[in-house]
């Protein structure tokens, strides 16, 4: 349907605010309203009853409004609008939606059945849809399942919004994000609806209203996971905009935050159905660009959560008052109470952290939400960890800021004094263990190498044949060939755009694979600075194998798509789908079998020739971030999300052994080449090695500052490198 080039009669805009046009005459005019930007005000003075919402909001410093002013029908319309977004549907509408669109129930213990989904009962309603438990018959797994609200499926306006939401949310797979597992139609020309994680838990909302206000540690590592969903989030254009407790789950048992409903979120350059400039988002945690009606951007969401942090730290919003217009008037021009006068035992970093993201100019607010997920990480790790040294993307941030005299270090580790003797109390409650979990001080020994990236965190090491020398994958997209004897760098390639996920180099060395955020995958000479052939996949390839000879890889993206690549760049020679991102691919060492795994929990053997699956592996209660076959091919060993390893045996799928292996998530595992080592690494910073036979812990390596995220043997195995977070790769010798 084209866009009208006549504009709208003024009861034809009315008819327009209140969804009775044709589904035809909707779509035409919501088209036209993109680019006509006297419609755009028409509409919005139509729907504030006469009166321009964004002056109202910049000049409520004024003298009070005649009591005749159309200032208070409009103040009680944008309340009554805005009101449903602070609270939560009442009981009664949960009770009350329509399930018409159901099918029959195949139990009287489901409420009826959408596609091959059981459906269990309702969980809530949000702003355009109700969401659902339902029962997947397929993969045999409970899932959420939001559908548009019945009372706008047949408002095109609504439709695309909702497929907008679905678009957004199904391009993040992050762990602090909820999956989208897929989006469907209950009919043809049905309702759609999404498929997503179902997340066990509570929301910060709920919890804020138990307890209040949190601690300063779990404040703190509630928001760097709320940043690190940002960041990813935002790596693929796109901003939240209504960033609340409320869309902030709690998952159990260990309360991992998981970000939740992008009904507001959008591609940055996708403007269709945002230039009304309707004020949009919840007025407790808007940021001033949102209330005044600008443009929002990824800082934007940086504004609404540092809100939340105050809440948490402070037991109150930052801004409050007696209606919504008096809250976004204070957003705009008033400043927030000093944290440390509501809660004196808030740090002072802390508190100027808050500060600098409620800035009202986006200009002075962190800029970026993983500069902010870095600083943090930091923060929380030295919170348990006293010997930490700063790593070099917390350096840079610091040196930013320095004209600021925010130097980061020393408020950090002043600030922090106040909660050392609680953290030395409470132990490991900082990084709660589900079990007893091994003890880092066991053994540690000092690394033989330290190669330092400088450019951000370090995704993925490897080793030539000769364990001379050593790919380093880095978040900007390099890939650093590492002289290990001399410990200098002989090489940089610029792969990527965005971050290298993994590094291969070929059996005789003559070869280096990578992929990479960018969705590519290349192969190289590894003394030649341009690759020698691309394959492209349609979204980042996180997980890579190859075969001896590197004339077949194998690449898994985030989106579950699954791909064999031989010479030819523009068609695979076989592919497939799993539910869900794939973020860990390994090949047998007969090259016959495929191991995948990812966001979906489940381990998948294939064969590695056709990609028919040949053995699902069940067990694990989260995503699996890693995979490794055992050299002699007979066992595969896998680590994720849960922090157990998991042993299979790779003939009839049944598992060996499995054993909690951290406090916190693994990243990492692998099989020395003699197969006696099973080395580990994740969250923690910690990597430890463990006897294959009894799982006994040989020796833990405490070097890294942060996160470990990767792990390689030297093909003679006598080294292990591993690549982190804090921006730099460590070799280590193995113990024998």
Same mark, same amino acid.
């Given at each position: 349907?084209?866009?009208?080039?006549?504009?709208?009669?003024?009861?034809?805009?009315?008819?327009?605010?209140?969804?009775?046009?044709?589904?035809?005459?909707?779509?035409?005019?919501?088209?036209?309203?993109?680019?006509?930007?006297?419609?755009?005000?028409?509409?919005?003075?139509?729907?504030?009853?006469?009166?321009?919402?964004?002056?109202?909001?910049?000049?409520?410093?004024?003298?009070?409004?005649?009591?005749?002013?159309?200032?208070?029908?409009?103040?009680?319309?944008?309340?009554?609008?805005?009101?449903?977004?602070?609270?939560?549907?009442?009981?009664?509408?949960?009770?009350?939606?329509?399930?018409?669109?159901?099918?029959?129930?195949?139990?009287?213990?489901?409420?009826?059945?959408?596609?091959?989904?059981?459906?269990?009962?309702?969980?809530?309603?949000?702003?355009?849809?109700?969401?659902?438990?339902?029962?997947?018959?397929?993969?045999?797994?409970?899932?959420?399942?939001?559908?548009?609200?019945?009372?706008?499926?047949?408002?095109?306006?609504?439709?695309?919004?909702?497929?907008?939401?679905?678009?957004?949310?199904?391009?993040?797979?992050?762990?602090?994000?909820?999956?989208?597992?897929?989006?469907?139609?209950?009919?043809?020309?049905?309702?759609?609806?999404?498929?997503?994680? =179902?997340?066990?838990?509570?929301?910060?909302?709920? $919890?804020? #209203? %138990? @307890?209040?206000?949190?601690? !300063? &540690? *779990?404040?703190?590592?509630?928001?760097?996971?709320?940043?690190?969903?940002?960041?990813?989030?935002?790596?693929?254009?796109?901003?939240?905009?209504?960033?609340?407790?409320?869309?902030?789950?709690?998952?159990?048992?260990?309360?991992?935050?998981?970000?939740?409903?992008?009904?507001?979120?959008?591609?940055?350059?996708?403007?269709?159905?945002?230039?009304?400039?309707?004020?949009?988002?919840?007025?407790?945690?808007?940021?001033?660009?949102?209330?005044?009606?600008?443009?929002?951007?990824?800082?934007?969401?940086?504004?609404?959560?540092?809100?939340?942090?105050?809440?948490?730290?402070?037991?109150?919003?930052?801004?409050?008052?007696?209606?919504?217009?008096?809250? =976004?008037?204070?957003?705009?021009?008033?400043?927030? $109470?000093? #944290? %440390? @006068?509501?809660?004196?035992? !808030? &740090? *002072?970093?802390?508190?100027?952290?808050?500060?600098?993201?409620?800035?009202?100019?986006?200009?002075?607010?962190?800029?970026?939400?993983?500069?902010?997920?870095?600083?943090?990480?930091?923060?929380?790790?030295?919170?348990?960890?006293?010997?930490?040294?700063?790593?070099?993307?917390?350096?840079?941030?610091?040196?930013?800021?320095?004209?600021?005299?925010?130097?980061?270090?020393?408020?950090?580790?002043?600030?922090?004094?106040?909660?050392?003797?609680?953290?030395?109390?409470?132990?490991?409650?900082?990084?709660?263990?589900?079990?007893?979990?091994?003890?880092?001080?066991?053994?540690?020994?000092?690394?033989?190498?330290?190669?330092?990236?400088?450019?951000?965190?370090?995704?993925?090491?490897?080793?030539?044949?000769?364990?001379?020398?050593?790919?380093?994958?880095?978040?900007?997209?390099?890939?650093?060939?590492?002289?290990?004897?001399?410990?200098?760098?002989?090489?940089?390639?610029?792969?990527?755009?965005?971050?290298?996920?993994?590094?291969?180099?070929?059996?005789?060395?003559?070869?280096?694979?990578?992929?990479?955020?960018?969705?590519?995958?290349?192969?190289?000479?590894?003394?030649?600075?341009?690759?020698?052939?691309?394959?492209?996949?349609?979204?980042?390839?996180?997980?890579?194998?190859?075969?001896?000879?590197?004339?077949?890889?194998?690449?898994?993206?985030?989106?579950?798509?699954?791909?064999?690549?031989?010479?030819?760049?523009?068609?695979?020679?076989?592919?497939?789908?799993?539910?869900?991102?794939?973020?860990?691919?390994?090949?047998?060492?007969?090259?016959?079998?495929?191991?995948?795994?990812?966001?979906?929990?489940?381990?998948?053997?294939?064969?590695?020739?056709?990609?028919?699956?040949?053995?699902?592996?069940?067990?694990?209660?989260?995503?699996?971030?890693?995979?490794?076959?055992?050299?002699?091919?007979?066992?595969?060993?896998?680590?994720?999300?849960?922090?157990?390893?998991?042993?299979?045996?790779?003939?009839?799928?049944?598992?060996?052994?499995?054993?909690?292996?951290?406090?916190?998530?693994?990243?990492?595992?692998?099989?020395?080449?003699?197969?006696?080592?099973?080395?580990?690494?994740?969250?923690?910073?910690?990597?430890?090695?463990?006897?294959?036979?009894?799982?006994?812990?040989?020796?833990?390596?405490?070097?890294?500052?942060?996160?470990?995220?990767?792990?390689?043997?030297?093909?003679?195995?006598?080294?292990?490198?591993?690549?982190?977070?804090?921006?730099?790769?460590?070799?280590?010798?193995?113990?024998?």
């Amino acid at each position: 349907m084209h866009a009208t080039t006549t504009c709208p009669t003024t009861e034809e805009l009315k008819k327009l605010l209140d969804s009775s046009l044709s589904g035809e005459q909707q779509q035409a005019f919501t088209a036209h309203m993109d680019s006509c930007v006297v419609c755009q005000h028409k509409l919005e003075e139509l729907a504030v009853g006469g009166t321009n919402l964004t002056s109202i909001v910049q000049n409520l410093h004024d003298s009070e409004p005649l009591a005749t002013s159309a200032y208070w029908p409009a103040l009680r319309a944008v309340e009554d609008g805005l009101g449903q977004t602070v609270t939560t549907p009442p009981e009664t509408r949960l009770r009350d939606a329509s399930l018409s669109f159901l099918g029959p129930a195949t139990d009287a213990a489901y409420l009826g059945r959408i596609g091959h989904f059981d459906v269990m009962r309702v969980l809530g309603r949000g702003g355009m849809g109700v969401v659902l438990e339902a029962f997947d018959t397929k993969l045999q797994r409970h899932v959420a399942i939001k559908v548009l609200d019945g009372d706008l499926s047949k408002d095109e306006l609504a439709r695309q919004r909702f497929c907008r939401e679905a678009r957004a949310a199904a391009s993040i797979a992050h762990e602090n994000v909820v999956a989208v597992h897929q989006v469907e139609r209950i009919c043809e020309d049905g309702v759609p609806f999404l498929v997503m994680q =179902l997340v066990n838990g509570e929301t910060l909302e709920q $919890r804020l #209203l %138990r @307890e209040k206000k949190l601690s !300063v &540690p *779990e404040v703190v590592r509630i928001g760097m996971q709320a940043a690190r969903g940002l960041a990813a989030a935002h790596a693929q254009g796109l901003i939240h905009r209504d960033i609340k407790p409320g869309n902030i789950l709690l998952e159990a048992p260990n309360s991992r935050v998981k970000l939740t409903d992008f009904g507001l979120a959008r591609v940055s350059e996708d403007v269709r159905l945002t230039r009304t400039g309707f004020v949009t988002g919840t007025p407790l945690y808007m940021s001033p660009e949102q209330a005044l009606g600008k443009e929002a951007d990824q800082r934007s969401d940086l504004f609404s959560l540092g809100a939340i942090l105050y809440e948490m730290l402070a037991g109150q919003t930052p801004f409050q008052g007696n209606s919504a217009l008096s809250i =976004l008037r204070q957003i705009t021009e008033v400043r927030h $109470r000093p #944290l %440390r @006068e509501v809660n004196p035992d !808030v &740090p *002072e970093w802390l508190e100027e952290l808050v500060d600098e993201l409620l800035a009202k100019n986006p200009d002075d607010r962190y800029q970026t939400a993983t500069d902010l997920a870095e600083v943090l990480e930091y923060s929380y790790a030295k919170m348990t960890n006293e010997s930490l040294v700063m790593p070099a993307v917390c350096q840079v941030e610091v040196a930013r800021r320095a004209s600021r005299r925010r130097m980061l270090l020393a408020v950090a580790g002043a600030g922090l004094l106040s909660v050392g003797l609680v953290a030395g109390m409470l132990g490991s409650w900082f990084l709660p263990a589900r079990g007893v979990g091994p003890t880092p001080e066991q053994s540690s020994a000092e690394p033989i190498a330290v190669l330092g990236g400088n450019a951000g965190s370090v995704w993925a090491v490897s080793f030539d044949p000769t364990s001379d020398t050593v790919a380093m994958g880095v978040e900007d997209g390099t890939v650093r060939l590492w002289d290990l004897p001399s410990k200098s760098v002989k090489a940089t390639l610029d792969a990527h755009r965005g971050v290298v996920w993994t590094t291969r180099i070929s059996d005789d060395g003559q070869l280096l694979v990578t992929s990479g955020d960018d969705g590519l995958l290349k192969l190289w000479r590894p003394t030649e600075n341009a690759p020698l052939r691309t394959f492209e996949h349609p979204n980042a390839v996180r997980g890579l194998a190859m075969n001896a000879d590197a004339t077949r890889l194998y690449a898994g993206d985030r989106k579950g798509g699954l791909r064999v690549w031989g010479e030819d760049e523009s068609q695979p020679l076989a592919q497939a789908e799993q539910p869900g991102a794939i973020y860990a691919v390994a090949l047998s060492p007969d090259q016959k079998t495929l191991a995948t795994a990812g966001s979906d929990k489940t381990v998948r053997l294939w064969n590695a020739e056709t990609l028919t699956q040949k053995l699902p592996l069940d067990g694990h209660s989260g995503p699996v971030y890693s995979l490794a076959f055992s050299h002699d091919g007979t066992q595969l060993a896998s680590a994720g999300w849960d922090r157990t390893v998991r042993i299979w045996d790779v003939s009839s799928g049944m598992l060996l052994k499995s054993w909690e292996a951290s406090k916190t998530d693994i990243w990492a595992v692998a099989f020395s080449p003699d197969d006696r080592i099973i080395a580990t690494a994740g969250q923690e910073g910690a990597v430890r090695l463990w006897s294959r036979d009894s799982n006994a812990l040989l020796a833990s390596f405490l070097g890294h500052d942060a996160s470990v995220h990767a792990l390689a043997f030297s093909r003679d195995g006598t080294k292990l490198a591993s690549g982190g977070r804090d921006g730099a790769a460590r070799v280590w010798e193995v113990p024998k």
